[in-house]
Structure formats: structure tokens, C-alpha cells
């Protein structure tokens, strides 16, 4: 298979090492705001879908003549292009804290979209949520590991693709009554997307594009991330647009960097672990506000 934990950069010095590393920002930027607009569009999209479709690979069908979904899916599409190549040449320590402090911004858009006022103590547990997973993604030492583990990446899909099949058939009537629990397998499931991209990502700058095209990880890349968007999709579904979200986009990171750490052989904390693990408590403690107040707001609406 190759090396697949050699760091995603290219070589020091040099103008194009200085271009690379604007680039891999530039980028991971530009799919936050692209997955933020797409997020807004797709839960306006989906809350019109009636629940007996939710998880069911149908489901994207049954959204396909939805022009704010297929406007959303184009803007994730395009967002998803731009975190594959930031994935390419930079690391994850680099790309993911960016896209993290995305989802304030698609919170703020879909108020704006709805022409509501944003709750006070909402907006800071939105805020703290992002800087927390920001901050436990930078204090990670920098870089990736340089031990690869083809099994272990091998197995990992395998699980993947299992944990997504499952919830689209035989856990489905399962999951349909804890929603929570759609958004952490969704997210889960988009934690190890990111984890093939990268591996497809250094194949590609390594053998080139004719064997990233006939390599099983970016089949199992597209298919893994199907499921994913089946069950993330589905797990918007009546619910509270903040907490959804935050959800997912916490989640997502830090089931990455687990991945990342029994893939690639990289640390999940750095040296300072009482400091990363202040910034989990902290995004967790946020998320259960959040889930409070949605829950608070669904008991005073029934």
C-alpha cells in the first residue's frame, strides 16, 4: 500500500513551501464557510422530508427535487473538495481546528435566515463549544505520526462501513427513537472519512492519480461518506438547529483525531493533558446546555 502517514507537506523552502501552507488555510476557510452555508440549506431542506424516511438510503432520493437540499449538497460538495486537498498538504492539527469554528457561523446564518435573534447565553455556549474543540485540536503536538498501520486502516473501514450499514437497516428502528445518537454515529462516521481522505490524499502524492483511481480507499471513501451523510442528514430531522450542528461538528473532530491516533500512530493529547482535557470538558459541558435548552423549548412548545 505505501506509506500512509508521511506528513502531508511539501519538502521546506522554497516559494511553493510558503504557497502550500497559505493554501492548506485558504482552504480549510473556505470549506467552513462552504459547509456552513451548506448546513443552513440542508436543515431547512430536510425538515420537510416525512420521518418514515429517515435512514434509509432512499432518503436522498426522496430529497432530490428539493432545491435548497441540491444547493446545499453542491456547496458540501464543494466544501468537501477543498477539506480533501487542505487534508492533502497540511495535517489534521492544521485543517480541522479551522473548520471546527465553522459552525458558529452557519448558527448565526440560519438565525439570520429565519429572522430570529440569537439567545445571549446560546451564542457563548456556540462560541465556547468551537474555541474548546479549536483549542484541544492546537495543543496536540504538530504534525502526523510516522508509523503506519495498513491493518489497522484496513479493519477501521471495515467497522466503518458495518457501523453505517447497520444504522441504515437493522438499528434503525433503534436510533430513530435517540436522535442523539444519529448525530454521534453521523459524526462518528465523518471522523474516519476525514481519516481516508488523508490516505488517499498521500497515495495520490505519492503513485500519482492512476493509483488513487484503482486504490479500494477512495471506493471505501465515497462509500463511508455516503453512509454518512445518509445518517447525518437524517439525524436533522426535528430537531433544534443549534444543537444538531454543534453536535455534529464536535463530535466530528475528536472522533478524528481517535482514528488518527490508532491509524497513524498519533498522540490524542499533547504534553499539557490537564489543559486538552479542560477543552473537552468544556466543549462537552457546552453540548449538554444546548441539548437542555432545545429539550427546555420542546417541553414548552408541546
Known sequence: CGPLTTALKIPAGGRWSRLSGEM?????????????????LQFNAVNRVGQ?????????????????????????????????FALKYGAVDTVLPILACGFPLSIAINYKWNDEAMPL???????????????????????????????????????????????????RPLLARFNVA???????????????????GVQWSRRGTAVVVTSWELYALLAVGGLALVVVQSSLQDRVFRSAIALVAVVEPISA????????????????????????????VSLAYLAFRERSAGSRCG
Open 52 to 84: 418514515e424516511w429517515s435512514l434509509h438510503v432512499r432518503f436522498l432520493a426522496a430529497l432530490a427535487h428539493n432545491r435548497k437540499f441540491l444547493a446545499g449538497g453542491a456547496l458540501e460538495l464543494a466544501g468537501g473538495v477543498g477539506q480533501f
Open 121 to 171: 447565553m446560546e451564542s457563548v455556549a456556540i462560541v465556547v463549544a468551537s474555541a474548546s474543540v479549536a483549542g484541544f485540536l492546537l495543543v496536540r503536538p504538530p504534525g502526523i505520526g510516522t508509523s503506519e498501520s495498513y491493518q489497522a486502516l484496513a479493519f477501521g473501514t471495515v467497522a466503518s462501513m458495518s457501523v453505517g450499514l447497520a444504522a441504515v437497516s437493522i438499528a
Open 257 to 284: 483525531v481517535g482514528f488518527a491516533a490508532a491509524i497513524f500512530n498519533e498522540p490524542v493529547f499533547g504534553s499539557d493533558h490537564r489543559l486538552a482535557a479542560i477543552f473537552v470538558s468544556a466543549a462537552i
Open 24 to 40: 492548506v488555510i485558504l482552504l480549510a476557510l473556505g470549506s467552513a464557510v462552504l459547509y456552513a452555508l451548506a448546513a443552513v
Open 182 to 200: 444519529k448525530s454521534v454515529v453521523g459524526a462518528c462516521l465523518l471522523g474516519y472519512v476525514a481519516v481516508l481522505e488523508r490516505a488517499v
